[in-house]
């Protein structure tokens, strides 16, 4: 399973970015894919995660109304588009996924140990 990221870059507060997770070596519709976050002294903490199999999905609190994630299984992509960005949205950004059990609650219930596979990460700066 490989996972890239990419999308990310520095935005003024108010500003969007939108970043994409490309997913190959697996069968994207039996996993979930999530994105999650880590800014420096902090940690790591799920910010949206999407199901591929029936399109549930979860935000964290501090990005709701402002995130929006989907899902293209044609593309095996899953993206994040981010509006409304603030600098407490700095950080580098991670897509995972997780095969089989239910990702979303997973996320929910802050289980970030239970996604096996990991992008590389990229980094999301927001200047105030």
């Known amino acids: 399973v490989q996972l890239v990221e990419s999308g990310g870059g520095l935005v003024q507060a108010g500003g969007s970015l939108r970043l994409s997770c490309a997913a190959s070596g697996l069968h994207f519709d039996d996993y979930a894919i999530g994105w999650f976050r880590q800014a420096p002294g902090k940690e790591r903490e799920g910010v949206s995660c999407i199901s591929s199999d029936d399109g549930s999905t979860y935000y964290a609190d501090s990005v709701k109304g402002r995130f929006a994630i989907s899902s293209d299984s044609a593309k095996t992509t899953v993206t994040l588009q981010m509006n409304n960005l603030k600098p407490e949205d700095t950080a580098v950004y991670y897509c995972?996924?997780?095969?089989?059990?239910?990702?979303?609650?997973?996320?929910?219930?802050?289980?970030?140990?239970?996604?096996?596979?990991w992008g590389q990460g990229t980094q999301v700066t927001v200047s105030s």
């Open positions: 995972a996924a997780v095969y089989g059990i239910d990702g979303v609650m997973a996320m929910a219930a802050g289980r970030t140990e239970y996604y096996p596979y």
